[in-house]
DNA sequence: CCGTTTTAGTAAAGCGCTTTACTAAAATTC
DNA sequence: GAATTTTAGTAAAGCGCTTTACTAAAACGG
């Protein structure tokens, strides 16, 4: 108990009557002692309880054993999810994890593109929320040793793991169009990305296969949020309802649409049909129980580690992929054949 | 563009023509220099890019400018909202956030709580939720900086942030009073924790403030679940059903119970009134839409920062204080009179 | 028993920054 | 114009660990 301060590896070797780079280098494992030496060290590390520093370590190996996790708000309950799953799978291997949310405050994910450079993270899972004028990507081609996650960047070469968006609209096509949907409002994030494109793709695609020309797909584009889902409501009660069904791109867009159209008195699935996406939220308990698009946002996350760590960074030929996890329609309730009493056009 | 590596202070020195010592304590604020002197080194750093690097400083410094986060679960949302609230006011104030989920691992609390000691972390936000045989509370004493947060360590003797668990625990006693219901159900979490004590207290509290003796709370202890607010469903139906009304203690038990009751044709509120608490997740939307307690999860989170930032830990008279935020009630629909064609006993 | 290999380590140079203690030159005071 | 103060910096010693290059002694081979 001698030194006031923790105890660092010279008082261990001292305790234990070697050098401080004998210490080090077994504690590395770059260098074996005879068993009677070992348990010298081994008794005076637990009996000063060391434990080694972990800025010294890192300044001196030049990386951190952190990486970092970027996205747009952790209070989301898919990024949340996103977020464990990442955590849980970097804690498996035994890297910490550095955890920033962007909130939409511009300059911050380049900040936080940056902190690889001095080696501040190994690594970074890099999720955005909104269209890239192509600084991002410059950035992260540059720094490197980032996967970029459920958004694209599109310029950026670097490994990428999407959920497979066109799968998950053409199934909500299909499902709508199984039940009659010829007319139906997509309501989207913004406009410029892939989400927002891909599963409007997939959802033209799923009722076109049943009706061939004989459909109208009304586009509507915002944001992934209660508020904006509120608004496409209004909107759409504005227009006066052009379509039977709705195909919300997120739980938040859902909720939003619901909180309003049950404001005004109209009944899922009876007046209108609606579908969702993600399916991270309670949906089954809603009233009705939604029938949405999932998302396996947890697999996501784990493969996201997966990517970055085995990512061979040297050859750049084989950074820029793109890898598709597949997704499922959780068929629930709120989709009915179109209701008669609403006249179309 | 000369060496390979990224810039360092020596480069910044040489460029600018004076000593690193120099740059530094500009940096630092602890040197004033000429106009000329100093816009010579901003143009180098400027022109080189050049940043700090980190892990040389907090070695230096002894100090490392991030704080800790210790939940249970990230993937949860109340703990996500919270994980969001902290991350948000440590961003404010220029400092990271170390997010680490224990996710039930036994020894994980322990081991992160460790972090502090070699100044991982400046300090800690420590969530827990299971009961301590005293190791945590040794352990937070010993190292100082933590604050504990949502749910107690009881002998730990630092700033304690905790929502008013009593007055949640009296607004739901109230409410179902007024309704009518004498004979509730409490389904708490673990039997150990002061959540769960302080909100049956208060129940009770509210219960009796209408009624005197003349009420019966039946008692369910488990976890903060889905799957434990199942079970606990299936208990009360198994039991026939001997309460009007249930306090659920989660929102994770009462979406359990929800889902089990709805499986069982029993109809909420008309067969059996229900109310929760914390009121994270999108409650008012389910069918019913559910009344319950609500925590102001963004606020504890923000306070929480506060507490660890401002709390004078040298003096160890003023640390070991405890702080209520109040919740609210918000009414929905999930709570009715008791059901006349349900036999109490 | 001498040369060689193996064993069991060690000394010292960094990693990139901060900080304390100091100094040479210029400006001011008397 | 000598003494003092101010200005404008700097040298050097860490922070605690890793890593490379090296060595003294012991064991081995012939």
Request: net charge neutral.
């Amino acid at each position: 108990m001698a030194k006031g301060h923790t105890p660092g590896l010279k008082d261990v070797a001292k305790a234990a009557g070697v050098s401080v780079t004998t210490v080090s280098r077994m504690l590395n494992g770059s260098l074996d002692l005879p068993v009677l030496t070992k348990r010298r060290i081994d008794d005076a590390i637990a009996s000063l309880k060391y434990q080694p520093n972990p800025h010294a370590r890192r300044l001196s190996r030049g990386r951190s054993d952190t990486i970092g996790l970027v996205v747009p708000d952790i209070a989301n309950p898919f990024f949340a999810t996103m977020v464990a799953a990442v955590e849980e799978a970097a804690n498996d291997r035994g890297l910490a994890v550095s955890l920033y949310a962007t909130l939409n405050r511009t300059g911050r994910e380049v900040a936080y593109l940056r902190l690889i450079e001095h080696n501040h993270v190994d690594g970074l899972v890099f999720v955005t929320n909104h269209p890239d004028n192509g600084e991002l990507a410059a950035l992260i081609n540059r720094t490197g040793k980032v996967v970029v996650v459920d958004e694209d960047v599109p310029l950026a070469t670097v490994p990428k793991l999407f959920c497979d968006n066109r799968q998950g609209g053409y199934f909500a096509g299909r499902h709508l169009a199984e039940f009659g949907h010829r007319h139906v409002l997509y309501v989207g994030g913004p406009d410029a990305m892939i989400s927002t494109q891909r599963r409007f793709n997939g959802l033209y695609e799923g009722l076109r296969e049943h009706f061939g020309d004989d459909v109208s797909i009304r586009r509507y584009s915002g944001e992934y949020t209660i508020a904006c889902g509120r608004e496409m409501a209004l909107r759409f009660l504005e227009e006066g309802m052009p379509a039977t069904a709705i195909f919300a791109s997120s739980d938040e867009i859902a909720i939003g649409m619901i909180e309003v159209l049950r404001e005004k008195g109209i009944s899922i699935p009876d007046d209108l049909s609606l579908i969702g996406f993600d399916d991270v939220s309670p949906l089954h308990l809603f009233a009705p129980p939604l029938t949405a698009i999932r998302q396996p946002v947890r697999a996501i996350g784990q493969r996201a580690l997966s990517l970055l760590l085995e990512t061979n960074w040297q050859e750049s030929k084989s950074l820029a992929t793109e890898e598709l996890v597949p997704v499922e329609i959780v068929v629930r309730n709120s989709v009915a054949p179109p209701s008669t009493h609403n006249k179309q056009r």
